[in-house]
């Protein structure tokens, strides 16, 4: 089995993990309300979907 012969210093275990990080949504607007939804879904704030009520919205 292999087993290093050093320790991996901080500096090259931590360039390794550069590309691991995670990257927030990307947020569209709402053509109807102006709200911020997600690409490709039902706008959570009035149900919107391309131009049609996707979804029934209660208004509290």
């Keep these: ?3 290093p012969k050093r320790k991996t210093s ?3 275990r931590d360039k390794r993990r550069t590309h691991q990080k995670t990257e927030a949504p ?12 997600l690409p490709h879904n039902a ?7 391309k131009g049609r009520n996707a979804i029934e919205v209660d208004d509290k």
């Design 1 to 3: 089995m292999a087993v």
């Design 26 to 37: 990307g947020l569209s607007t709402c053509s109807q309300c102006g709200e911020a939804k």
């Design 43 to 49: 706008c959570s704030a009035c149900g919107d979907y």
């Design 10 to 12: 901080k500096s090259k």
